[in-house]
């Protein structure tokens, strides 16, 4: 029997893509949230957007105004969630209108999303309160709107912030986040982080606490706790004026001093790694 050409594991699988950070915040942080994109015209041509999740944890759907929908989560499970995804567009391409793609089940090597996508496409994630992208505007289907209102009692507020890149403010419960997914390299992000928490300034303002990382797809996400009842707009100065220093952190290659080393410690036994 031949061997089958098993998919290789890729630890920053969305690496390369515009949209590397919202990718992976999609896949692991975002409740509800999408984003258009398009296959290069090599596969095709055709209009798609990327979304958090479908009904019944589908890999893709085509709605029946004909737009094909894609998961970033229930798409496969192998080493390579490019790989996966890409898979699920191509296999959902004959799909008719209000069919849902089956389970694709073990993949072989193949096209991922970096070999499929059109680049010139611009990247913007849509952030939204619940899962209506599953229906097109003014379409009433009662088995999905009650699969819909079902799966939107369990999202949590969210909101992309516009004054940098990869950050989202969440409310659970009655406490607030910034989660915000860093693109550059981990251990150099633990660095920088280490050297602004031994000086005692990773507060995003006065009042916030940094809590650790979560680590995702190649990547970190550091979650910082804010002040009670602080909201999405009231967040994006701050994080604007922040950016910098833990830019100035990133560009310092000067080896930790003692305290640094300690610090990053602390964060390392902070983080939790989601997949």
Do not use: H
Request: glycine share 8%.
């Amino acid at each position: 029997m031949a061997k089958k050409n098993r998919v290789p594991f890729v630890p920053r699988p969305f690496e390369g893509l515009a949209g590397e950070v919202d990718l992976v915040a999609m896949r692991e942080i975002v409740p509800a949230a999408s984003a258009p994109a398009r296959l290069t015209a090599e596969f095709g041509g055709d209009d798609l957007l990327l979304v958090t999740v479908l009904p019944l944890d589908r890999p893709a759907m085509r709605r029946k105004d004909g737009l094909l929908l894609v998961a970033m989560r229930g798409a496969g499970a192998s080493g390579d969630p490019s790989r996966d995804i890409a898979a699920a567009i191509l296999a959902a391409k004959d799909l008719e209108e209000g069919d849902l793609l089956p389970q694709l089940g073990n993949l072989e090597a193949g096209p991922r999303l970096q070999d499929i996508l059109d680049p010139t496409v611009p990247w913007a994630v849509t952030v939204t309160e619940g899962y209506d992208f599953w229906l097109p505007e003014g379409e009433k289907d009662p088995e999905v709107q009650a699969a819909l209102e079902q799966a939107n009692e369990g999202i949590f507020p969210t909101v992309k912030l516009a004054s940098v890149d990869g950050a989202y403010w969440c409310r659970m419960g009655a406490r607030e986040y910034l989660r915000w997914g860093q693109s550059v390299d981990e251990e150099k992000l633990l660095d920088a982080l280490a050297r602004l928490q031994a000086k005692r300034e990773t507060a995003i303002e006065e009042g916030t606490k940094l809590l650790g990382a979560f680590r995702a797809c190649g990547l970190q996400i550091p979650v910082w706790e804010m002040v009670a009842g602080t909201e999405p707009d009231e967040l994006e100065k701050p994080v604007a004026a922040f950016a910098p220093k833990l830019a100035a952190a990133l560009a310092d290659d000067a080896p930790l001093t003692a305290d640094e080393r300690r610090a990053r410690a602390g964060l390392v036994s902070r983080q939790v790694t989601i997949r």
